[in-house]
């Protein structure tokens, strides 16, 4: 099976339901999906590609896609979807990913469950905290169109200028699209509402997140495009030497997406910081 067939389970835990899907063999890998994405919004390149090495898992959040319970309205209670789900999984320490506003999550989980973290890797997000680099507008007023189309998908998560970027969009959004069976349940616009708490709760950082990152042991990678019009690389940049295990990696001519554009190259990133961080 792979990433475009795999079948959809679910983890019941407590008083809720959790999807998941299953890719590969290998050391399990818990991967967080961004504002408004499902179990089918994965490129399932990358999925595949990160399948050669680990055992990845990718889910919809509480109360979202096809996941049942209460909706959470705060990071720790998104933070706490990953830990439910290793537990009813029967995953003791696992790698970490999360893009955007999965990216976010990560880092909580990362913070405050450290030791079932081994190492983290962060998908076009930013760190914890005020910023100095804001999200573009052109970004809001498309993410928040219902039913928008490749354009927009070019917009949010490619870089419109390259017409290198726009073909391997093209690309991406025909393996996403390529799933016929199993397809997951949308997350409708009143959820929506439900992610901006949990951004607000990541900027007002009650967890103190911001400097415990500056505290881990735990490595972080960090990929981000050049042109990322949702959180520009330049936050990451502003704690440069603060964060003493974090990597950045920045992709010319990408945008917010840069593991749809280049999954494969992705993958190989993520596989050679994993390997080369291993028992540090």
């Given at each position: ?47 595949d ?103 927009h ?6 870089e ?24 997951d ?11 901006g ?77 994993i ?6």
């Amino acid at each position: 099976m792979n990433a475009a067939t795999v079948r959809t389970h679910f983890a019941a835990i407590n008083n809720k339901k959790i999807a998941y899907r299953r890719i590969g063999n290998g050391d399990p890998m818990i991967l967080c999906q961004r504002f408004r994405g499902n179990l089918d919004d994965w490129d399932p390149g990358f999925l595949d590609e990160l399948g050669r090495h680990y055992e990845v898992y990718i889910f919809d959040p509480t109360g979202m896609g096809s996941s049942e319970g209460t909706v959470n309205s705060d990071m720790m209670g998104f933070a706490r979807d990953v830990i439910d789900l290793a537990d009813a999984l029967q995953i003791d320490q696992f790698l970490l990913g999360g893009w955007s506003f999965g990216g976010m999550v990560a880092q909580i989980v990362t913070t405050e469950f450290s030791s079932r973290v081994h190492q983290t890797i962060l998908m076009g997000t930013k760190p914890p905290g005020q910023v100095n680099h804001p999200i573009e507008e052109i970004f809001l007023q498309t993410a928040y169109i219902e039913d928008y189309t490749f354009e927009h998908e070019v917009i949010l998560f490619f870089e419109p200028i390259s017409e290198r970027s726009r073909t391997l969009a093209k690309a991406s959004h025909d393996r996403i699209n390529s799933r016929t069976i199993d397809r997951d349940t949308k997350v409708k616009p009143p959820l929506w509402e439900y992610y901006g708490k949990g951004v607000a709760d990541f900027v007002k950082d009650p967890y103190n997140c911001r400097q415990k990152l500056q505290e881990t042991t735990i490595p972080i990678l960090v990929i981000s495009g050049d042109h990322e019009v949702c959180f520009p690389p330049e936050n990451w940049f502003d704690l440069n030497r603060a964060l003493p295990t974090t990597q950045v990696v920045v992709i010319p001519r990408a945008g917010h997406g840069p593991h749809h554009q280049y999954p494969a190259m992705a993958a190989s990133y993520i596989h050679a910081f994993i390997e080369n961080n291993k028992n540090k």
